[in-house]
């Protein structure tokens, strides 16, 4: 089996291989024994540099990083854009490179603007990770979903997942479709027609607007967070009106002839997309794919890793 | 590539009850020892160990781990391919214990102390002893002597020394693998 990646960033899962992602399973694999030792700690980046950037607001992508680049023993500075520089004005490379200037050998970085981590691959040496960029790719997300779906169903070749909701404005919807195919899995989108991309089915997925056929097909159902704050205009009536049309529950469910698995990448809306009965549930993976989300981050921090200096020693000789 | 025999399937044979009966002379009872395989070379030779040890010896249950040294290395970003990790598994605490190292061959020394780093994720041990099938003695790069040794060699670094499980034909054997460009 292969030991390195094809890539030396994770822009997305678009440029990544069937192989790739294998090798980051079986890797986190380990790194998921690790995480539940009594020291859960190995020092495999002792000598590396991480530096999160997060123009955007966010909770658990950051902390998972944090804690997975720390359980690798690396360095870690952080950098969040309501208390920098970026609010006086910088740019994205200005700012980059002043941190680079610091001698970082990766950097984790979340963005409002699609295509920014693409941006910046080309003009720093760095290994980069993307962690969310705007509505284009979450790459990370994806994989840990995958990766979960694994752990519970035995495999994600074959199975049939549908992800729910505002597809329009997600990241994760995208990096899932990529990653899920990928790995031999049938892709279902659901949700109102106005939350749907027009040309979606040119990726091969299915488009359903019924949460109940949706539901009927599906092994796997991964219910997204409606994205209020990229929403500038009314994309459905009301908040109710969604509930009653695509949010998950119990009833829902019951109704079904066999037990599906409900996923949901957080934060959260209780009430909104999933009640609180169905994602404290059995059915429920939310808090596996925390645990996870650790595991797979750490994966590939450690692959990556050891992709960079082999390139820098190619590029001396 | 020329291959040179060193040791037979009867020998191996020889050697396992040997080291068996050294461990029964230190370790007695066995009540606070556990034995570790090194990843992923030592779990064929701890498990025949094991074997051994049940069958002849009437020593059973002893807690048996399995630890992967990869995430330890110190080559880690400095070899060209980077090894691909394999299974952990340790179910209890070696705090207090007296823990062996059981790997196939012992050459550079780079393997053990990764090792010693990463057990030490499980707990104190009281005590590590290293037993190894093969010492390739003289081709140490750190201060680390096992101390059972199936059988001390004589090799220089560019050969290899191969060591070959087959029960089903009985063909266990090790031999020495003169590979030219290697490493």
């Given at each position: 089996m292969?030991?390195?990646l094809s890539v030396r960033h994770l822009l997305g899962i678009k440029d990544v291989t069937e192989e790739d992602i294998q090798l980051i399973f079986k890797t986190a694999d380990q790194f998921k024994e690790v995480i539940n030792r009594p020291i859960k700690k190995v020092p495999s980046l002792r000598d590396i540099t991480i530096a999160n950037l997060f123009f955007e607001n966010s909770t658990r992508?950051?902390?998972?990083?944090?804690?997975?680049?720390?359980?690798?023993?690396?360095?870690?500075?952080?950098?969040?854009?309501?208390?920098s520089s970026v609010s006086k004005g910088e740019t994205l490379i200005d700012t980059v490179n002043n941190i680079l200037s610091m001698k970082v050998d990766?950097?984790?970085m979340r963005h409002p603007h699609p295509g920014a981590a693409q941006f910046l691959s080309k003009h720093i040496d760095a290994n980069i990770?993307?962690?969310?960029?705007?509505?284009?790719?979450?790459?990370t997300q994806a994989l840990l979903d995958a990766y979960s779906i694994r752990e519970r169903l035995g495999d994600?070749?074959?199975?049939?997942?549908?992800?729910?909701?505002?597809?329009?404005h997600s990241r994760v919807a995208l990096s899932n479709i990529f990653c899920l195919q990928k790995l031999g899995a049938e892709v279902m989108v659901c949700g109102p027609s106005t939350l749907?991309?027009?040309?979606?089915?040119?990726?091969?997925?299915?488009?359903?607007?019924?949460?109940?056929?949706?539901?009927?097909?599906?092994d796997v159902a991964n219910m997204l967070r409606v994205q209020h704050e990229r929403m500038d205009i009314k994309y459905f009536p009301s908040i109710r009106e969604y509930t009653m049309q695509y949010g998950v529950n119990m009833e829902r469910l019951r109704k079904l002839e066999r037990p599906i698995t409900i996923m949901h990448p957080g934060p959260i809306n209780r009430g909104v997309e999933i009640t609180s009965e169905v994602a404290d549930s059995e059915q429920a993976l939310i808090l596996q794919q925390v645990e996870n989300g650790v595991a797979i981050r750490m994966a590939v921090l450690y692959l990556l890793a050891n992709q960079g200096l082999v390139q820098k020693d190619d590029k001396l000789s | 590539m020329v291959?040179?025999?060193l040791?037979?399937?009867?020998?191996?044979?020889?050697i396992l009850h040997r080291l068996a009966c050294q461990l029964v002379e230190n370790h007695g009872d066995f009540k606070d020892t556990v034995l570790i395989g090194l990843q992923p070379r030592g779990i064929p030779f701890i498990e025949r160990l094991i074997e051994v040890l049940s069958n002849t010896y009437g020593v059973k249950d002893i807690p048996i781990g399995r630890l992967d040294t990869t995430f330890y290395r110190d080559d880690f970003r400095r070899r060209g391919a980077p090894l691909s990790a394999n299974q952990t598994r340790i179910d209890f605490l070696v705090e207090g214990k007296r823990v062996v190292f059981v790997d196939d061959v012992l050459f550079t020394g780079r393997s053990i102390r990764a090792a010693l780093d990463a057990v030490l994720s499980f707990g104190r041990p009281a005590e590590i002893e290293l037993m190894v099938l093969v010492d390739r003695r003289f081709s140490r790069e750190l201060p680390i002597q096992p101390d059972y040794v199936g059988r001390q060699v004589d090799s220089i670094a560019s050969e290899r020394v191969l060591v070959e499980w087959d029960d089903e034909r009985n063909e266990n054997r090790v031999s020495i693998v003169e590979s030219g460009n290697d490493e």
């Open positions: 292969m030991s390195e992508t950051r902390l998972s990083f944090e804690l997975a680049e720390k359980r690798l023993s690396a360095d870690v500075v952080n950098f969040s854009a309501s208390s990766m950097v984790v990770v993307n962690a969310g960029d705007g509505t284009h790719e979450h790459p994600v070749a074959g199975k049939k997942v549908v992800i729910v909701g505002d597809i329009l749907i991309p027009k040309y979606i089915h040119t990726l091969g997925v299915k488009v359903e607007h019924n949460l109940d056929r949706a539901l009927e097909w599906c | 291959t040179k025999n040791i037979g399937p009867k020998e191996i044979n020889v």
